[in-house]
Nanobody, 124 residues
């Protein structure tokens, strides 16, 4: 059982930056592929970013490509999401998730473990 805890959310002005963290309890953290998803009010949860176990391969939703960067530090059992040039439409609860390797990584049903989420609000 992998427990995931997100942090780093908050209120930021348009154009600003935030860095989300996802800390895992599991020492075999490096065995899992990881992803970020988000859910805005009244909308379905959507894929944001994905990273493989080694961190060498990443994938992003078109809406965040060039603005967000996913990374991981397996020694610290932590994943990150650096969010730059934030827009009001980025406002959502952001969730991190872990998946057994071999999945596509862009669908929420592929993930086995989820964090509780952290709120990101982009507003002036």
């Amino acid at each position: 059982q992998v427990q995931l805890v997100e942090s780093g959310g908050g209120l930021v002005q348009p154009g600003g930056s935030l860095r989300l963290s996802c800390a895992a309890s599991e020492r075999t953290f490096s065995n899992y592929e990881l992803g970020w998803f988000r859910q805005a009010p009244g909308k379905e949860r959507e894929f944001v970013a994905f990273i493989t176990r080694s961190g060498r391969t990443t994938n992003y939703a078109d809406s965040v490509k060039g603005r967000f960067t996913i990374s991981r530090d397996n020694a610290k059992n932590t994943m990150y999401l650096q969010m730059n040039s934030l827009k009001p439409e980025d406002t959502a609860i952001y969730y991190c998730a872990a998946a057994i390797p071999g999945r596509n990584g862009i669908y929420d049903y592929e993930y086995d473990y989820w964090g509780q989420g952290t709120q990101v609000t982009v507003s002036s």
